[in-house]
């Protein structure tokens, strides 16, 4: 079956500017994550949605990062005032149903940020 | 809070030796351990984990990974590697009854040479 998907694949934006990544889970799986990997690091914890709530945000970095999830399937990631720091993979994954924690998080292809 | 060392960025070995990667964690809670991998230009994929029960715990293609509760470790190993292993191996792990997030390590880059 489909996996899951991240688009865009690539953004590149300037100083400033306000961009949304976008995530698609995989069918069916109720838990969604966002992780960030800078270059030569692992990936990074962001925030995770059980359903359409936040049920951990405390990876977020700052107020300028946003993440919605309001029908309980797809996610996006919203970055306001972006900052040549916040270049980065953006990697989104998804879990199934199941005992917390147990369960394993499928990860996208993530949306690569360039910030000029 | 949860965090993950991988003491080695980088290892070569030559096709057919023996590897161990190592990953040792830190946690004040109880912890279940991930090893995922990322061939390279695709995406992170799981390739074993540790919930519970026997504290040896395999992959497919013939990775294990022992959890040693005592070491605060969770190395990998395979006896024989391929070519095909050259990819990036991140060590993970998330506190039993918190959080659901995962704690990567840095990674390892391992390098199979012919």
């Known amino acids: 079956g489909a996996g899951v998907s991240q688009t865009p694949s690539n953004k590149v934006t300037e100083k400033g500017k306000y961009v949304e990544l976008r995530c698609d889970p995989i069918s069916g799986h109720t838990a969604l994550y966002w992780y960030r990997q800078s270059l030569g690091q692992g990936p990074e914890f962001l925030i995770y949605?059980?359903?359409?709530?936040?049920?951990?945000d405390s990876g977020l970095p700052n107020d300028r990062f946003f993440a919605v999830r309001p029908e309980g399937s797809v996610s996006t990631l919203k970055i306001q005032r972006t900052e040549r720091g916040d270049s980065a993979v953006y990697l989104c994954a998804s879990s199934p149903p199941g005992l917390a924690g147990e369960e394993t998080q499928y990860f996208g292809p993530g949306t690569r940020l360039l910030v000029l | 809070a949860q965090s993950v060392t991988q003491l080695d960025s980088q290892v070569p070995v030559f096709e057919e030796a023996p590897v161990e990667l190592r990953c040792n964690y830190s946690?004040?809670?109880?912890?279940?351990l991930f090893w995922y991998v990322q061939y390279p230009n695709q995406g992170l994929q799981l390739l074993l984990k540790?919930?519970?029960?026997?504290?040896l715990v395999e992959s497919i293609n013939g990775f294990e990974a022992e959890f040693n509760k005592s070491q605060t470790s969770f190395h990998l190993r395979k006896p024989s590697v391929h070519i095909s292993d050259t990819a990036e191996y991140f060590c993970a792990v998330s506190a039993q009854g918190g959080s659901e997030k995962l704690v990567f390590g840095k990674g390892t880059k391992l390098t199979v040479n012919p």
């Open positions: 946690s004040s809670v109880s912890v279940y």
């Open positions: 949605f059980q359903g359409t709530g936040a049920a951990d």
């Open positions: 540790y919930l519970s029960g026997s504290t």
